[in-house]
């Protein structure tokens, strides 16, 4: 997904902007009992069939908040000075339900992309989980990555299968830190920004 900066920030109001403070481990009586689940790591996805990949939409899907009116009236404005230029990203994270007959199956995953002029990428995860539909889920693991320059993909998943005949309700909740290089900005003008994404299904 792509911007063109017109004099406004992007609008962002779907996703909330995070703080940098780390994701804190619940309470391990709140935590799933993760042994009735099989954990499917990437090296056994080929064996059953599953994609290494997840088609994931961008998070930035918004549009400029204002565009720049034409002037009709002497004397015009003087026009506002270039912007800097814009080091673009994408994230998501989420979770799939991926189940095939006999079988219940569920990615957790979560992404962080940095297409061009990028300093510094973080990618931090917790990945949750509760047994039953209606329960908050708590967690059970997660993740911290940090990557530098452009182009990176930074990328942090858990596969699970378990019987058909349990629910689990499952939750990612993952932060996605940018800092763009010396002389350039974010999609929302900023030079470094921290969004928030996530998603919880129940499987």
């Known amino acids: 997904m792509r911007f063109t900066y017109l004099a406004a920030v992007a609008s962002l109001a779907?996703?909330?902007?995070?703080?940098?403070?780390?994701?804190?481990?619940?309470?391990?009586?709140?935590?799933?009992?993760?042994?009735?689940?099989?954990?499917?790591?990437?090296?056994q996805y080929a064996?059953?069939?599953?994609?290494?990949?997840?088609?994931?939409?961008?998070?930035?899907?918004?549009t400029p908040l204002f565009a720049e009116e034409p002037c009709y009236i002497e004397p015009c404005p003087e026009p506002d000075p270039t912007p800097p230029p814009v080091a673009y990203v994408d994230f998501w994270g989420g979770v799939f339900n991926e189940s095939v007959a006999g079988e219940k199956r569920a990615r957790l995953h979560a992404k962080s992309d940095a297409h061009n002029n990028m300093d510094q990428t973080i990618l931090s995860i917790s990945y949750r989980s509760v047994g039953g539909c209606s329960a908050t889920p708590a967690q059970f693991d997660s993740d911290y990555k940090v990557?530098?320059?452009?182009?990176?993909?930074?990328?942090?998943?858990?596969?699970?299968?378990?019987?058909?005949?349990?629910?689990?309700?499952w939750e990612v909740k993952s932060t996605h830190k940018f800092t763009a290089n010396a002389g350039y900005v974010l999609p929302n003008g900023y030079r470094t920004y921290t969004w928030g994404s996530g998603g919880r299904v129940c499987i």
């Not at 990557?147 to 309700?169: D, L, M, N």
């Open 14 to 43: 779907t996703l909330a902007a995070c703080g940098d403070a780390p994701i804190t481990q619940a309470e391990p009586t709140d935590a799933f009992d993760m042994s009735k689940v099989t954990l499917i790591t990437p090296d």
């Open 147 to 169: 990557a530098y320059g452009a182009p990176v993909h930074v990328v942090g998943e858990r596969y699970f299968a378990y019987a058909t005949t349990s629910f689990i309700r």
């Open 47 to 62: 064996a059953r069939g599953i994609s290494p990949t997840p088609t994931t939409p961008s998070a930035l899907g918004a």
